[in-house]
């Protein structure tokens, strides 16, 4: 058993960045337990899905068995629809349960929608409880993620994180000396989640959660996990860290993000007046920015960028 676990392992690694993506699913009962709310946790299609939901009842959510270090994460989820302000839907890692005072987090978060206006997703990640340096990004996407399932995926090796939308990369995060310990290092856990963000999600917090347009459902499938299962005895390389993006991957993420971005706490000035080290400054992501919300992005941000 250990031996076919690391021979799968040592396989998944190498072929990791060569294929575009890894194909090892697991359904919802092998990989996961819930977390809260439990009546509203509903596993579909023979366990291998899983629908959580919030209503006046409860919020849920769910997380894996294992811990990782390292690795590939990814699920397909299909948002709920119609009037969905104030309801945050969440795909994350994050270790806050084992190490509530100094955790490491990579999130998805859908900030809610209301009807006729667009979704918007969030990114973010903070490291060893860098909790007062939010990293958020926030974009668009080029379809309805309530229409249809859209896989979403985190990479995260010990020298970069990335998070990917189908396949495209949408956000890549090189990882700098100057981060210190706010680039998440410890293993974590993946969660799924859906709850009441009312007070800052939808424009802002100022579209509130209505339990009438109720129940919400956020449903989950096709989960890959391709990682190191944590085991304090055991160094785990999954030799990630000298894998970079193809120029394919990057020509996407470059796309993408001077069309659907609309927030990255690295152009914002009257946030961060210096931004922070592994901001790489572009400027035609600042441009786009700056005509998207010209208070936030003002002009002078691009000079002090790096
Ligand atoms: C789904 O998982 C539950 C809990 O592990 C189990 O009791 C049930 O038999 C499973 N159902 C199917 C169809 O596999
Ligand atoms: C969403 O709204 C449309 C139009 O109002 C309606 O036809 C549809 O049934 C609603 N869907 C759900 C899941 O409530
Ligand atoms: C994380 O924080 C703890 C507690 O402040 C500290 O002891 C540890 O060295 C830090 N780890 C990193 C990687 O910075
Ligand atoms: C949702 O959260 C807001 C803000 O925290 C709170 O005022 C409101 O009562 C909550 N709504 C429900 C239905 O729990
Ligand atoms: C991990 O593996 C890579 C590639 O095989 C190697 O270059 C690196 O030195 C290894 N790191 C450790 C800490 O063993």
Not at 69 to 81: I, N, R, T, V
Not at 84 to 97: E, I, K, L, P, R
Not at 128 to 139: D, L, M
Not at 205 to 234: E, M, R, T
Request: with cysteine; hydrophobic share 30%.
């Amino acid at each position: 058993m250990a031996a076919c676990l690391l021979l799968s392992i040592l396989f998944l690694c190498s072929v990791f960045f060569h294929v575009s993506y890894p194909s090892s699913t697991l359904s919802f009962d092998e990989g996961f337990n819930p977390l809260y709310g439990e009546p509203n946790i509903i596993p579909f299609e023979s366990n291998k899905s899983v629908k959580i939901s919030m209503d006046e009842r409860t919020s849920s959510g769910f997380h894996s068995k294992l811990m990782y270090m390292h690795g590939y994460f990814e699920a397909s989820l299909k948002l709920p629809e119609n009037y969905t302000a104030g309801v945050v839907v969440t795909f994350y890692t994050s270790n806050n349960q084992k190490y509530p005072f100094y955790h490491d987090e990579i999130d998805f978060e859908f900030l809610g929608h209301v009807d006729g206006q667009n979704w918007l997703v969030q990114t973010n990640f903070y490291g060893n409880g860098s909790t007062n340096r939010g990293r958020e990004e926030r974009y668009e996407l080029w379809f309805d993620p309530s229409e249809d399932f859209h896989r979403y995926g985190i990479l995260w090796s010990d020298s970069r994180i990335t998070y990917y939308v189908d396949d495209v990369p949408i956000r890549h995060v090189k990882r700098v000396d100057a981060m210190g310990g706010d680039f998440p290092s410890k293993e974590m856990s993946l969660y799924g989640t859906i709850w009441n963000g009312s007070n800052w999600a939808t424009n802002g917090g100022n579209s509130k959660l209505d339990l009438s347009y109720g129940p919400y459902v956020a449903k989950y499938s096709s989960f890959v996990i391709n990682g190191c299962p944590f085991d304090p005895a055991q160094y785990c390389n999954n030799s990630l860290s000298s894998n970079e993006m193809t120029q394919e991957e990057i020509g996407d993420m470059v796309s993408f993000r001077r069309e659907f971005m609309t927030y990255s706490y690295c152009y914002d000035r009257k946030r961060y007046a210096v931004p922070l080290p592994e901001c790489v400054f572009n400027s035609q992501e600042f441009q786009h920015l700056q005509k998207f919300d010209p208070w936030t992005f003002a002009s002078g941000g691009g000079l002090v960028g790096r």
